[in-house]
C-alpha cells in the first residue's frame, strides 16, 4: 500500500486568495490524482498530474483555478487560487500503486 | 453519461444485524469498481477492487460480490466499529481511460449501534 500525506489539514482562507496543498506519497508513483469532495456530494477528479508533464484537467476544471506542480516522483502541489466560498471542500491527493488506488487524508478548505 | 448510484444514502444496524449495501453502475466498459471506506474528516480507504462479474472477495466482515450491472457489499455481524461511510466507484476501460480517473457513487453512511 501507499502512504500519502497532505498539508495542511485544514484552512480557513479569505475571498480571493490563493492555498497551495501539498501532497507527500512514501513510494515512487508515475501519476498522482487530485480530487475534490464538496459537501454531500461525491468525489470529483479535478486532474492528472504526471512527473515531466503538464497535469489534464477534467471538464469544469481550469489550469489558472487549480495549477498543480509535480517536480518528483513523489510529491505534488494543487493551488486554489481566487478562492470564493463555492471552494469550500476536501481536497484530496491519490495515487495507483499495484493497480490500487489509494488516498490522502484529505485537506478541508473553508472559504470566508 | 456513466453514473454510479449507491443505496441506501443512510443504514442503521444493530450490532450483529448482518446486511448489504447496494452499488449500480452504468458504464460503457468496466474496468475494475472498487470499494473504499471514509471515516469523518478522513480520506477513503482502500477495500477491495473487483473486476469481473462473479468475483467475490472478503475482508474481515465484509464481502463485496460483482455482477454485469451493480455491486453488494455485505456486512455480516457488524460491530460499531464498521460506522463509517462506504463509498463505490468505477473506472470505465474506454475514453483512453486513465487509471486512477474514478467515478464515485455518493456513498452509504452505516450506523452500527450496540
Known amino acids: 500500500s501507499a502512504v500519502i500525506s497532505q498539508k495542511p489539514s485544514r484552512d480557513i482562507c479569505q475571498r480571493g486568495t490563493s492555498l497551495t496543498i501539498q501532497c507527500q506519497v512514501d513510494?515512487?508513483?508515475?501519476?498522482m490524482f487530485w480530487y475534490r469532495q464538496q459537501p454531500g456530494q461525491s468525489l470529483t477528479l479535478i486532474a492528472t498530474?504526471?512527473?515531466?508533464?503538464?497535469?489534464?484537467?477534467e471538464s469544469g476544471f481550469v489550469i489558472d483555478k487549480f495549477p498543480i506542480s509535480r517536480p518528483n516522483l513523489t510529491f505534488s502541489t494543487l493551488t486554489v487560487s481566487n478562492m470564493s466560498p463555492e471552494d469550500s471542500s476536501i481536497y484530496l491527493c491519490?495515487?495507483?500503486?499495484?493497480?490500487?488506488?489509494?488516498f490522502g487524508p484529505g485537506t478541508r478548505l473553508t472559504v470566508t | 453519461e456513466d453514473q454510479v448510484t449507491q443505496s441506501p444514502e443512510a443504514l442503521r444496524l444493530q450490532e450483529g444485524e448482518s446486511s448489504s449495501l447496494n452499488c449500480s453502475y452504468t458504464?460503457?466498459?468496466?474496468?475494475?469498481l472498487f470499494w473504499y471506506r471514509q471515516d469523518p474528516g478522513k480520506g477513503p480507504e482502500f477495500l477491495f477492487t473487483?473486476?469481473?462479474a462473479g468475483e467475490e472477495k472478503e475482508k474481515e466482515r465484509l464481502k463485496a460480490t460483482l455482477t454485469k450491472k451493480e455491486s453488494f457489499l455485505h456486512i455480516t455481524a457488524p460491530k460499531p466499529e464498521d460506522s463509517a461511510t462506504y463509498l463505490c466507484?468505477?473506472?470505465?476501460?474506454?475514453?483512453?481511460?486513465?487509471?486512477?480517473?474514478?467515478?464515485f457513487g455518493r456513498g452509504t453512511q452505516l450506523t452500527v449501534w450496540p
Open positions: 498530474a504526471n512527473q515531466g508533464s503538464e497535469a489534464t484537467y
Open positions: 458504464v460503457s466498459g468496466l474496468r475494475g
Open positions: 473487483l473486476y469481473s
Open positions: 491519490s495515487v495507483v500503486l499495484a493497480y490500487e488506488q489509494y
Open positions: 513510494s515512487q508513483v508515475t501519476m
Open positions: 466507484a468505477v473506472q470505465a476501460a474506454d475514453r483512453g481511460s486513465t487509471l486512477g480517473r474514478l467515478y
